[in-house]
């Protein structure tokens, strides 16, 4: 899987946008991005995934640079409880997670 | 809908005891799982993963091991635990398509004293 690398941490106020950046230069092809969040003592929370679209859900926002060496997840209001780890994760059909060591986020009031 | 539970939630354990964590999938068949492993601080670490009954894949060397004895089953075993086995264990499934999602379990956090 391709490596991906990520800002350690930051902050976002709270009802703004988050902007989390990843890189991911040496993407294939066939490799998804997927994020995920992990709040403290608690299991991976799947948040979106895309391939070459960007894409939208309930939770957020993926833009993917047009040469997928790079996206964007955005959370469009963030609260309080999107304080969490967030893991940008190129997976590939070997169905391998590999989780890196993710950007620490954190909403404050 | 698809549920998956682990247990214990968390476990204190002398070092050179066994181990034996246990992750049970609902609502589903033939899924892919994992193991994963967090350390303080740190990222997951991925240690087995499994396509099948019986069919196991270890991805890091080490004092662990993992069987799949029911399609729905997946268990992480030791013979001796290390003070370094002592994290936080998650198991994880997917539906064998790679656009899929993978869901984690509650995982369990173990302490090796």
């Known amino acids: 899987d391709a490596k991906t690398t990520q800002p350690p941490s930051m902050d976002c106020a709270e009802g703004r946008a988050a902007n989390l950046p990843c890189n991911h230069s040496?993407?294939?092809?066939?490799?998804?991005v997927y994020w995920y969040r992990q709040i403290h003592s608690q299991g991976p929370q799947y948040i979106i995934h895309?391939?070459?679209n960007n894409e939208t859900n309930e939770m957020a926002s993926l833009i993917i640079t047009e040469d997928r060496k790079s996206s964007t997840l955005i959370l469009p209001h963030a609260t309080l409880r999107d304080t969490a780890v967030y893991y940008c994760?190129?997976?590939?059909?070997?169905?391998?997670?590999?989780f890196g060591a993710g950007t620490t986020v954190t909403v404050r009031a | 809908s698809q549920t998956i539970h682990q247990w214990p939630a968390t476990l204190v354990q002398p070092v050179g005891s066994p181990l034996s964590l246990e992750c049970t999938v609902e609502?589903?068949?033939?899924?892919?799982l994992y193991w994963y492993r967090q350390a303080a601080g740190r990222g997951l670490q991925l240690l087995f993963y499994?396509?099948?009954?019986?069919?196991i894949s270890s991805e890091v060397p080490q004092n662990l091991s993992a069987s799949r004895p029911q399609d729905r089953q997946f268990i992480l075993s030791s013979k001796k635990l290390l003070l370094s086995d002592s994290g936080f264990y998650l198991c994880?499934?997917?539906?064998?398509?790679?656009?899929?999602?993978?869901?984690f379990g509650p995982g369990t956090r173990l302490t090796v004293l």
């Open positions: 609502g589903t068949s033939n899924p892919n």
């Open positions: 040496t993407i294939s092809g066939n490799e998804y």
């Open positions: 499994s396509v099948g009954i019986g069919q």
């Open positions: 994880a499934w997917i539906q064998q398509d790679p656009t899929d999602t993978q869901y």
């Open positions: 895309g391939l070459k």
């Open positions: 994760i190129a997976l590939s059909n070997d169905y391998k997670l590999s």
